[in-house]
Every structure is written in structure tokens, then in C-alpha cells.
């Protein structure tokens, strides 16, 4: 198997600026992440707000410099690509946005917007404009008729399968999904994702799936990063994987059964997510570990593999 | 004994009545789920229960707000400030808005018991500490002094819990009180409000739209869609056997709640909002089992173990 | 939904019909919009409907109180005050109106580069601009005066830059909010270039706030140019503009107080007007809050 995208020690570090009132400080948001995702495979990438795995989209798709590492695309060196090149390949490489209700320009009707990516990259559609739109609007379960309203007329789903359409109509290779459903209703959030999965399975597509839902990403994806403040402290080969970082054995007891005779009596973990300005040295999760040791509070652990299992721990469970 | 008791509840604004026909009720140390999606008038329901309607623009219509023995419907503005904060307590969605910036943390909370329970604010400043305390907040003395910025989402949503429990209230409505937090934090504060309802024996009304925190923590559950009560009933027979197509399917769109490989469950279409509620059955425009009489008539209840669905085929479909 | 976003939607149909249409809707704009249209047709067409020449003098009939033929009396040469009200209004409002229009396209462009391509360039830009806001407008007028003379030119580069560091902060709080919105970032992933988001993107959805400021700026500038005129800095004799009428006015306030007291109102009409139906406009495409925001 071929990895479309490689991506190797991959950092972005936000600093801001001293000044007379205030230090100078700097941010990890994405520290030391390595990864590979083969074609037609689905990587989940899931973690708690702050914990870089946006920031991580958006770096693998250069919306955001990164500050270290390198990224493959289909063989080809991202980082070295110039900016005429990178809009080109950009064709290939789409993202599907977690705010579907900012997503296409108000001013925009639907078919303008769908017909956008054409325009931009100065190509021409296979068939009339107002074919290729019908075509594009139908493929994400839309009636062709929506295509002269404007994103306001539409529902949250709606807009979000035109945020779809939008990111498919040059038929790209890679789809970056951002929370694709996380500001739709539970309801359409289960639409949204069969037509993801309907879509992968047509178009042979390869996902990154970014999401805070555990439970998503366990239905959605095969194989599956867990971040914690920058860090990648867990992959685990398929969703089923037993967890062997106290992080994601966490996040899974979180995760609460829908059924009521499975109530556990979780024992939540304590405090929360530390400020990500100026870590201090050692594991991140330390604080909040049960198992903690002084070696987590002085050294990092570094991802190691073990039969495909990469877990970023001193102590594995 | 039966604390709240709703029956009927029709809510208007102007022409639009976004409520109608919504009844439930509960007893101390209970908690009821009011689950459904956005526009299906969940936290309406809760807002006419704290008499916030007229803030808006809304007024009651018809049916009947029973907290406690006193009928609610129609209290004047002032009576209902004293229950307010007072006996009945309101945790909502985003801690963030509703704590005031400039204060610190001890004030807002000593306020509370200064205004509801007459205490002086030396009395009502122990009474705060205590209560940040069995909240498991460390540190609660210096806490008091610290101002809502110092503190992240989690802490700041406790405080707003310890705001909610300061006049000792028996009612407690919770409007999504953890959807705007992490999953891990969402775990603590869920917990949290589980243990305060059976400890102080409060009656609790959580309004959410995810049907895991109702598994976890209700007894008892309201489903609501467009406006309506669809299916009402224990947590164990709703989930057990769901009556309403719109229950099963807000249940089957949960990923792994059927089972860890079993297909999502969708429900085509789009939540009506409140300009286009559908006449008939509410869910009509959505449901598979849709039949001539659904676009017409309004479901009646019909009960099943210990649920009641209004659905025309209730117990006909699985 | 971000305020942007939302707000952007509702006045989707942008700068068309149904806005204006929308602020014609209350009493308010239907008075307001009829006297500017009144006053614009008054200035366009006033070769042909003014009773007398602007600039004949008739020294036997200076001073004629209100009275037929004279309508409005004359002033001191024995010019027929209404006529020079007339002409005054083409005087005002073309000056004023070019004088806006060149500050809101060269505002517009600044802010629009600044908010998009922000660092050293933006803070040159804004520092150059704040500097102009920070003289009075009297001094820069009197700055063109000194360069290039009294007049009408003068007075139209004066009010150009009087408002300039409004347009250029207006669009620029306009661009830089917009900048993050959701669809800009999804266009950019799209392979757009920088003039494609520029142009298709962030200049139509930042232009209403900017033209609805500009229309009540065009107000302002009459009143600017009046003053201009008053002080003998802007037109010069015999062109008829409102303030320079009412200078020459002064002199016989009491004698004769027609001549002051006639384009005093129009100015002050004129500016209310503008200012009302500024005001409905605003509010049928919902953009106080963008407004504020600048």
C-alpha cells in the first residue's frame, strides 16, 4: 500500500510577540506529528479543544505555514512546492469545513459557488455548466433545483452537502474533514456521514477525519490518531484497538453508552487541559495521570511502535 | 412527591405558537430528560417554566405550571423573581455568558443566598465556600477571589452550578449544561449533577440533545420534536423499546449505540423550524411509516409498559 | 452563526433594488428620499428652472424682501435669491458628491490592501491615514488653499481628505473581519489567487457598509463645503454656492435676513435628509452593527 500523504515531524509553533507589559510567549499547537495515510484508508484524528488536531489540518493542507517538518503528496514534496504550483495542487487536496453556515459565500448562488473551484483553477467542466452542477448538487443527495438559491434559503445539512460538492467537484484524491457535523443536529449528523461513507466507496477517496467524538471517529475511520496538546500520544491501529495511553483509556470512559443499564460509574479524570503557552518539560498529561511516575515530569516519551500500536507513554497500560 | 408537574403547556408569540400539548412532571430527587433537537422547543419549555417567557415576547396560552402545589401560569413578574434563583435554580448552556466579568467569583455566588435567603454576606461568603467545596473545586476560599477569566470552562460551569444551589433551591433546570465542554470535563460536570440530585434530593430537568447524557443520568425522559411531546416516558422503557419512529431514529443515529458495526440510522429531510411546523403528526415530512392519516390528525398517547408515544402506529413497528 | 456571516445574507441582494426600495418603506425614508431626489433633479435641470439668472445683478432691486417675482428676495446686487439657492444645490452636492466619491474609491482601495495584506503595509498605510484624520478639516483645507488657491478644486481635495481615514478604517475593519470567515479559507484551499479572493470575495461583501457611510458622508461634505464657502476658501465669485451665499449674508442679517436664512435651511434640510435616509438605509440592510464595528 502507497501512502498518498506522509507526513514526518511535522511542528507549527505560534509565538506572540513581547512587549513592554507582556513576555514573549510560544505555543506548541502542533509538535513532533508523524504519520502516514494510505490510499483509500480513513485516519481519525481526535482530541479535546486546544489539542492542535484543526491546526494539524490545516498545516497538511499549507493553509497554515508549519514550522518545521516535511509533508508528502503523492510522492511530491509539499513544502517545497511555490505558491503557483501549491494552488494547482490544491485541486487534489480538499477540506470539507466544521461551520457549514460561514462556509460558502453569502452573496454566492449554489450554483455559482460549485462552479467556483472550476473557475479558480482555470478549468473547464466536463459537460455544461449547468449539467456539471446538477450532476455535482445530485451526487450529495441535493435536488438540482437549489441551484440558483442562496446559502441562507438552505439548512445547515444542505449548506454542508453543498461544502461537499464544492470540495469534490475537481475530484480530488485527499479530504481533509474538519467536524464535518459538529455544529449540525444529531440527526443530519448521521446523514452527513453516510454520505461520506457513500461517497469514499464511489470515488475511492482517503479521508482525515478530525472530530472531538470518539464514538464518531470509532464508527467512521480505520485507524485512529489520539492528540493531546500538540501531540500525537496514541495510534491505534484499527478502532478496536485495546488503549494503551491513560489519555485515550480516558476519553473512551468519557464516552458515555447510550444505553441506561450500562451506567458506569466513571471515575472522570481530574482537572483539565493546561494552558498549551510554555509547557513544561516531561509528558503533558502528567498532571491528570493516575499512573504518573518523576520520570513523566522531566523526559517526553517519544511515539513508539509495537506491532503497529504507537503509544507515547512511559508506563503503557 | 411530585414536585413539577406541566400539563398541556401551550406557548405562543404573536400568531406562531412554537409549543403545544407538552406535559410532564417530577418528583424530588428525580431527573427528567427533555431531549430533541434544535427548534424542537426543548428549551422552551424550560424558559416557561422559569417564567422568561415574557422577556422574549411570549406568553403562556393555555395549560398549567404546577411547582410544588402553586400554579404557575400567570405569576406575576415579581413573585416568580423570588422563586427564580430562589427555590428554582438555572444552570445554561455557556458558562462563559453567565458569569459577570468584572466581579469576582465569591460576590456573584455570596449574592445569591444575600438576596433569596436574607443571610448577611459574612454567613453568605461560608455558605459560598461550602458549597465550591462539595462541588470538589480545590481551594474554594481562594477561588472566591479570583475573577471568571482566571478560570477554564469547567470550573467556570461549576460556578455557575454553585450559583444555582446557593438559595438551597428543590427544582433545577439545567439547559445543556455541558455542551459547550470537552468530553472529559462533560463527564465531571454530568457526574456532579447526578450526585447533587441525590444528596440534596433535587428534582432536575436537563435539557439536551444527546441521547447518551439522558442514558447516563434520567429517570425519567421527554423526546420532543417541533414543538410537541412525542414520546414520554422511564429511561429504561424508551430505551428498551422506543414507540416513536423519531425516538428510535434520534437512538439509531448515535454511532455504536446499536452496536459497534451497525449502520447509522438517518432520518432524511431537515428539523422543521418554528415557521413551518408540519400539521398532523410533526415528524410526518421525515418518517418512514408515514400513512394518509399522520398528515392530518394529531396523534394521540398511546402507552406501552411505561411509555407513551403519540404516534397513530405506536407498537405496530419495530 | 458569526454576525458576518448572517448579517452579509440578509442584505445578500446587496446594494440593489430591495434595499432601497426597503428604505423607501417607512414615512420617514419616503420624505427623506423625496426631498434628495427633489434636490437632485433641482440641480441637474437648473438651467431650466430657475426664474432668473444666478449671476444677473439688478442694483435698483437689492434687498427685496420675499415677493413676486422674487420668491425669495433678492441679496444685496439684486440677484434673485432662489435661483442662486438652485444653483447653490449644484454647486453642493456635485462637490461634495465627487469629492466622497474619490475618498471612498481611493479609502476603499487602501483599506481593502491594508486589511488584506496586513503587516508593515498595513501599519503604514493606517499611521499615514490616522495623520490626516488628526487635522482639522479647516487646516487641511487651508493647506490646499495655500498649494493651489481658493475654489471649488481646493474645497473638493479638502473634503476627500477629511473622510479618506473613515473609508480606509471602515473597509479595513470590513476586510480583516471577513478574512475569517469560513468561506474565504474553503476559497483559498480551492486554489484561488490572492485577486480572485480580493475581488470576488471580500471587496462585494464589504461594499454596502462603505457606500451607506459614504451617502451619509456626502452630507457632511455639504456642510463642509459650506463652510469652506462661508470662510471665502472654497467657490468663488460669482459661482453660487450655499456658504458663500451665506457670508455675503451677513453683512445685512438684520436688513435683509432672507439672504442668509434661505440657504441656512437648505443646508440643514438637505443634511437631515441625507442623515434620515442614511439611517433607513442602514436598517434595511442591517448593518448598524458593521458600522459601529469601524
Known amino acids: 500500500m502507497t501512502a498518498l500523504l506522509e507526513v514526518r515531524n511535522l511542528s507549527k509553533q505560534f509565538t506572540s510577540a513581547g512587549g513592554p507589559f507582556r513576555k514573549a510567549r510560544a505555543m506548541h499547537a502542533v509538535n513532533d506529528v508523524s504519520f502516514d495515510l494510505p490510499k483509500g484508508r480513513v485516519i481519525g484524528v481526535v482530541g479535546e479543544s486546544g489539542c492542535g488536531k484543526s491546526t494539524l489540518a490545516r498545516l497538511i493542507l499549507r493553509l497554515i505555514e508549519p514550522s518545521a517538518g516535511t509533508l508528502r503528496f503523492d510522492g511530491q514534496d509539499l513544502r517545497a512546492k511555490s505558491p503557483g504550483e501549491m494552488r494547482r495542487l490544491r485541486a487534489r487536496m480538499q477540506m470539507v469545513f466544521q461551520d457549514p453556515y460561514s462556509a460558502i459565500d453569502p452573496r454566492y448562488t449554489i450554483a455559482r459557488a460549485v462552479l467556483e473551484p472550476f473557475k479558480v483553477q482555470g478549468q473547464k467542466p466536463t459537460q455544461l455548466p449547468a449539467e456539471e452542477v446538477a450532476a455535482l448538487l445530485s451526487m450529495v443527495g441535493l435536488s438540482p433545483g437549489l441551484a440558483s438559491s442562496y446559502p441562507h434559503q438552505l439548512s445547515g445539512g444542505q449548506k454542508q452537502r453543498v461544502g461537499i460538492a464544492r470540495a469534490l467537484a475537481l475530484r480530488p484524491s485527499l479530504l481533509v474533514l474538519d467536524e464535518p457535523t459538529a455544529s449540525l443536529d444529531v440527526s443530519v449528523q448521521a446523514q452527513i456521514i453516510s454520505l461520506l461513507q457513500q461517497l469514499r466507496d464511489e470515488l475511492g477517496l482517503t479521508f482525515l477525519f478530525i472530530s472531538h467524538d470518539l464514538r464518531l471517529v470509532r464508527y467512521f475511520c480505520d485507524e485512529i490518531l489520539v492528540m493531546y496538546l500538540g501531540r500525537v500520544v496514541e495510534a491505534l491501529p484499527d478502532t478496536d484497538a485495546a488503549a494503551r495511553h491513560p489519555y485515550t483509556a480516558t476519553l473512551r470512559e468519557s464516552t458515555f453508552a447510550v444505553d441506561p443499564k450500562q451506567r458506569r460509574v466513571i471515575t472522570p479524570l481530574e482537572g483539565e487541559v493546561p494552558s498549551p503557552f510554555d509547557l513544561p518539560p516531561g509528558c503533558a498529561f502528567a498532571d491528570r495521570c493516575r499512573h504518573a511516575r518523576a520520570i513523566c515530569r522531566t523526559d517526553t516519551p517519544a511515539l513508539v511502535a509495537h506491532d503497529g500500536h504507537a503509544v507515547a507513554c512511559h508506563n503503557p497500560l | ?318 | 452563526m458569526t454576525s458576518t456571516t448572517g448579517v452579509a445574507s440578509r442584505a445578500m441582494a446587496g446594494f440593489g433594488k430591495s434595499a432601497l426600495g426597503r428604505a423607501f418603506g417607512s414615512w420617514l425614508g419616503k420624505i427623506a428620499g423625496g426631498f434628495l431626489i427633489l434636490l437632485l433633479l433641482m440641480a441637474i435641470f437648473a438651467p431650466w428652472i430657475t426664474p432668473f439668472d444666478y449671476a444677473a445683478q439688478d442694483l435698483m432691486n437689492g434687498n427685496t424682501p420675499p415677493a413676486w417675482p422674487h420668491l425669495l428676495g433678492t441679496d444685496r446686487f439684486g440677484r434673485d435669491v432662489l435661483s442662486r439657492v438652485i444653483y447653490g444645490a449644484r454647486t453642493s452636492l456635485s462637490v461634495s458628491a465627487t469629492a466622497i466619491a474619490i475618498s471612498v474609491s481611493v479609502g476603499m482601495t487602501l483599506g481593502a490592501a491594508a486589511g488584506y495584506f496586513g503587516g508593515l503595509f498595513e501599519r503604514v498605510v493606517m499611521t499615514v491615514v490616522d495623520l490626516t484624520w488628526s487635522f482639522p478639516d479647516i487646516l487641511i483645507a487651508l493647506i490646499f488653499v495655500a498649494i493651489i488657491g481658493p475654489g471649488l478644486t481646493s474645497t473638493m481635495f479638502a473634503i476627500a481628505i477629511a473622510y479618506l481615514a473613515q473609508f480606509t478604517r471602515l473597509t479595513r475593519a470590513q476586510i480583516v473581519q471577513l478574512k475569517r470567515e469560513t468561506f474565504i479559507e474553503a476559497t483559498i484551499n480551492l486554489g484561488a489567487r490572492p485577486s480572485h479572493i480580493l475581488l470576488r470575495h471580500l471587496l462585494p461583501n464589504a461594499i454596502a457598509p462603505v457606500i451607506v457611510v459614504g451617502m451619509l458622508a456626502i452630507g457632511d461634505g455639504i456642510v463642509l463645503e459650506a463652510t469652506l464657502g462661508f470662510f471665502g476658501l472654497g467657490a468663488q465669485p460669482p459661482t453660487p454656492s450655499w456658504g458663500a451665499m451665506m457670508s455675503s449674508g451677513t453683512a445685512q442679517l438684520f436688513l435683509s435676513p432672507w439672504v442668509i436664512i434661505f440657504p441656512g435651511v437648505v443646508v440643514a434640510v438637505t443634511v437631515v435628509a441625507v442623515n434620515l435616509f442614511g439611517d433607513e438605509l442602514i436598517r434595511a440592510l442591517d448593518i448598524r452593527d458593521r458600522i459601529r464595528g469601524a
Request: negative net charge.
Open chain 2, 1 to 318: 412527591m411530585t414536585m413539577l408537574e406541566v400539563r398541556d403547556l401551550e406557548v405562543a408569540f404573536g400568531p406562531i405558537a412554537p409549543l403545544s400539548g407538552v406535559s410532564f412532571s417530577l418528583s424530588k430527587g428525580e431527573t427528567l430528560g427533555i431531549v430533541g433537537e434544535s427548534g424542537s422547543g426543548k428549551s422552551l419549555a424550560a424558559m416557561s417554566v422559569l417564567g422568561l417567557l415574557p422577556l422574549s415576547g411570549g406568553r403562556i396560552t393555555a395549560g398549567s405550571i404546577i411547582f410544588d402545589g402553586q400554579e404557575l401560569a400567570g405569576l406575576p413578574e415579581p413573585a416568580y423573581r423570588k422563586l427564580r434563583g430562589g427555590r428554582i435554580g438555572l444552570i445554561t448552556q455557556n458558562p462563559m455568558t453567565s458569569l459577570d466579568p468584572l466581579q469576582k467569583i465569591g460576590p456573584q455566588v455570596d449574592a445569591v443566598a444575600v438576596l433569596h435567603l436574607g443571610m448577611t454576606s459574612a454567613q453568605a461568603r461560608a455558605r459560598t465556600v461550602d458549597i465550591l467545596g462539595t462541588l470538589r473545586i480545590p481551594e474554594p476560599a481562594l477561588i472566591c477571589n479570583r475573577y471568571p477569566h482566571q478560570m477554564s470552562g469547567g470550573m467556570k460551569q461549576r460556578i455557575v452550578i454553585a450559583m444555582a444551589l446557593a438559595a438551597d433551591p428543590d427544582l433545577l433546570v439545567a439547559d445543556e449544561p455541558t455542551t459547550a465542554l470537552d468530553v472529559t470535563v462533560q463527564a465531571q460536570i454530568i457526574r456532579l449533577l447526578d450526585d447533587l440530585v441525590k444528596e440534596r434530593d433535587l428534582a432536575l430537568v436537563l435539557i439536551t440533545h444527546d441521547m447518551s447524557v439522558v442514558a447516563q443520568t434520567c429517570d425519567k425522559v421527554v423526546v420532543m420534536y417541533a414543538g410537541r411531546v412525542v414520546e414520554r416516558g422511564t429511561v429504561t422503557a424508551i430505551f428498551d423499546a422506543p414507540q416513536h419512529p423519531y425516538t428510535q431514529a434520534l437512538i439509531g443515529c448515535i454511532p455504536g449505540a446499536a452496536g459497534a458495526d451497525e449502520h447509522l440510522t438517518s432520518i432524511p429531510g431537515t428539523v422543521p423550524t418554528v415557521l413551518n411546523y408540519p400539521k398532523g403528526c410533526p415528524f410526518h415530512t421525515r418518517c418512514a411509516h408515514m400513512q394518509p392519516i399522520c398528515t392530518t390528525d394529531v396523534p394521540a398517547f398511546v402507552s406501552h409498559n411505561d411509555s407513551a408515544a403519540a404516534c397513530h402506529f405506536a407498537g405496530d413497528m419495530k
